[in-house]
DNA sequence: TCTAGTGTACTAATAATATAGTACACTAGT
DNA sequence: ACTAGTGTACTATATTATTAGTACACTAGA
């Protein structure tokens, strides 16, 4: 796993969006364990803190929960996982629109854009 | 103009992608002149210095040139601008294909989605 | 009981961003 | 020549993200 992370956003909560990618494409089930704390960070190549507050920040959102020489797991809540599949869709899609309205396209060209890269990539 | 800056990216990065959208929408033409520093930083209430950092970005980048003591104005540049918003709208195409396809979406899906959202939003 | 692996809590240092304030150099127009 | 408005340069400070290092508490399993 290496991977190119932005400076224009703090890396913990790229490493937060990873794992809720993970979580949504159902790598990581519910009740899965994450890796520990120090083995992600050997993985990421980033500081232990830096995942700690990952982690952290993940519980806070309800997402995982941690047990005290355990580990941090996933929270085997399937609305929980429907509901963040929902929310990273919404706001992927959202950002998409906005960004295409404020260039000046309308919808036409929008969606034409779109079918001709689906058709393109073949996806 | 008042305006709700992320924390999730330096401001300047975030007055620049202003700029270049007034640009790309043809709010600002070629040879128009920019908001002084000054003023500018008035009017966003941010610090000058972030006003000087974001413009001397915008030259860098090749789309503005400055002249002291007249101010600082966009290239009159048909190609650039062109290009600039190309760039523009690639990226934001780009981010969004990527974002859905890492959540699992499919193209038919894919467009569907922005189907039902042009309608609804009637754009 | 011991040990390895876990999360957690600190302090400290560094780098980048943003703010604050001041000063200087250049240009156009009077 | 003068003035107002421009970009530019500089020092200093605060905040945040990140890194670095250390230590402690808890748990499972040998």
Redesign the interface.
Known sequence: MDINFSN???IY?QIMNLIK?DI??KKLRGGDKLLSVREMSENLKVNPNTIQRAYQELEREGITYTQRGMGTFVNDDNDMIRRL?NE??SE??N???N??????????E??N???K???E???
């Open positions: 224009q956003m703090p909560v990618l949504v494409t599949k990273m869709a992927t899609i950002s998409f629109i960004g295409m309205k404020s260039l000046g396209f309308d919808g036409k929008i969606i854009i779109i079918t890269r689906v058709k990539e073949g996806i």
